[in-house]
């Protein structure tokens, strides 16, 4: 997604109402109008989160602009270049850079299509390199400036092409030269795009990553804050509108990016455990929670569905709006008021969702807690590399104990050292879920077991503890706390402890009966007869 988020709803009735069009009258297929279309269909799918139809229609546009105008003409590129952007957005480097590279080797374009276009994917290339750390030639970097300082160039292309070109000098180690490119970007956006704009967003990233790297953490910490604060609110205020690929699309970016800035080695993680903590239960409980019962509620109610709609509808309106220049603003004050009144009328028919909407922190878990009593929250970080890969990720512990006066952020290992002992062999069953727990040597400096990577972190902070709530994440779903093995000891942590699996440990807030309805009694269940015939197996009722 770009800077804005449109009216996606009617963009889309509009879309497939042209597209009906075409299909009704095959005839109309020939011309370039269609082509057109389905690109701007690859394009509004992408912009929602929905990769997968973006690329069908951004491959039928390929198709159809082929045959309707050939392939001698930025039209036809133009595509390949929107099938590049969707697989650069999926994660599908080498796809991405295929494209690009594609484009750039033509020698069916014009000299002047080239000098106007290629600095695009000169800057798309760049993006893609940050990404996977690839080196990227200097010669991309001055090009696109040159195109950008250009007299035609809009502030907002400028200001885009500055925050990239801040990319590539700070990969190269040149970081007062990036610092001195994205001050000139902030003084361009600043006041006139929104802090919740991507654009002012990246800028505050950038800003942060240069502060730290010259050794000026209050800068950093003062940036840091300002794309934190600012993605934190669109996101707060986009989620109950916007779809949720669209949802999760931003919540990834967002913990995506958060992660780059907190796994840097020159951040202080520990002083931002509380900060991380309240994140967690953010997006466990409000992306993941609340808004499934929401739309539960909502579903099972007409008229509440049809002031929903009505709500989504003027939100998308003022987030178009709330995207545009300060002076280009229009409707505002209309939209929020046609807004707040289907919201409020909405919550009266929903009850209970101003609840489920509060945000909790890391304090109020904290003070549920008794003696004796830990809530942990597992979270993915990008740790240590300038730009590293996606799945470059450690796992951490953020730990509460009433007797802590703040959460303890743990470093734990590596997810991709955990994944090489976790099977993704079904066939391996019981042997191998032995193996996982129990390993064949589970002497104290065994660097390749369960309790190594997951348990050991722990255990200095959990000193007299005997009941943990925890939440995980990733690989750590797939896996039982209770059945890892103490090389000391030799006991099962379940004979120490009792592991308490939590959606989100913000259950210990907005459920105070949680803790009651905890119970350890259990049914076995033996001798079942799987195939057993029940029409030719039938008991007979005693009398």
Not at 115 to 143: C, H, Q, R, W
Not at 280 to 296: D, E, M, T, V
Not at 412 to 418: D, G, N, R
Request: proline letters at 3%; glycine letters at 4%; one cysteine or more.
């Amino acid at each position: 997604m770009k800077d804005r988020f449109a009216d996606f709803e009617q963009a889309e009735a509009l879309f497939q109402e042209s597209y009906e069009v075409y299909q009704n009258e095959p005839k109309l297929k020939a011309r370039p109008s269609y082509a057109l279309l389905l690109k701007g269909l690859g394009i509004h799918y992408k912009r929602i989160g929905n990769f997968n139809k973006a690329l069908l229609y951004l491959y039928e546009a390929k198709s159809a602009t082929k045959s309707s105008i050939g392939t001698k003409n930025w039209d036809y590129y133009s595509v390949l270049y929107n099938i590049g952007n969707v697989y650069l957005e999926q994660k599908n480097f080498s796809a991405a850079k295929e494209m690009y590279m594609f484009i750039l080797n033509s020698d069916e374009l014009t000299a002047e299509d080239k000098e106007i276009n290629f600095p695009y994917v000169k800057g798309a290339l760049i993006s893609l390199g940050d990404m996977t750390g690839e080196n990227v030639p200097e010669s991309y970097a001055k090009d696109i400036m040159t195109k950008a300082r250009s007299s035609e160039t809009t502030n907002y292309t400028l200001a885009m092409t500055l925050n990239q070109n801040s990319v590539w000098l700070y990969n190269h180690h040149r970081y007062a030269e990036a610092l001195e490119s994205d001050r000139e970007a902030l003084n361009i956006a600043n006041g006139v795009y929104s802090p919740e704009s991507d654009l002012l967003n990246g800028i505050y990233f950038n800003l942060c990553s240069d502060y730290l790297k010259i050794n000026q953490p209050d800068s950093a910490r003062k940036y840091f804050f300002l794309s934190y604060n600012a993605t934190k609110k669109k996101l707060l205020n986009s989620f109950k509108f916007m779809a949720d690929s669209e949802v999760d699309l931003l919540t990834q970016k967002m913990l995506h990016y958060n992660s780059i800035l907190i796994g840097k080695k020159e951040f202080n993680s520990k002083s931002y455990a509380g900060l991380l903590y309240d994140d967690a239960l953010l997006y466990r409980g409000i992306l993941q929670y609340s808004r499934y019962i929401k739309n539960k509620l909502i579903n099972c109610d007409t008229n509440a569905h049809k002031l929903f709609e009505k709500y989504k509808s003027s939100k998308r309106l003022l987030a178009n709006e709330y995207s545009k220049p300060l002076s280009e603003q229009k409707r505002i004050s209309d939209l929020e008021e046609t807004a707040n009144f289907c919201e409020r009328q909405l919550n009266s028919h929903v009850q209970g969702i101003e609840k489920l909407l509060d945000l909790v922190s890391w304090k109020q878990v904290h003070s549920q807690l008794k003696s004796g009593e830990a809530a942990i929250e597992f979270i993915r970080l990008n740790i240590g590399e300038d730009s590293p890969l996606l799945d470059s990720f450690w796992y951490a512990a953020l730990l509460i104990r009433p007797e802590f006066p703040n959460p303890e952020f743990i470093l734990m290992c590596e997810e991709q050292k955990l994944r090489a002992i976790i099977s993704d062999d079904p066939k391996k069953r019981m042997d191998y879920v032995s193996k996982l727990y129990v390993p064949e040597s589970i002497e104290e400096n065994n660097s390749k077991s369960l309790e190594h990577f997951i348990w050991k972190p722990l255990e200095p902070f959990l000193n007299q503890v005997k009941t943990i709530y925890y939440s995980p994440v990733g690989l750590l779903h797939r896996l039982n706390l209770g059945p890892i093995v103490q090389s000391k000891s030799k006991h099962l942590l379940m004979n120490d402890y009792q592991f308490i699996l939590m959606s989100s440990t913000r259950n210990l807030v907005s459920d105070p009966t949680f803790k009651d309805s905890i119970s350890n009694d259990c049914v076995f269940i033996g001798g079942i007869e799987y195939e057993l015939d029940i029409d030719t197996n039938k008991l007979v009722a005693s009398p």
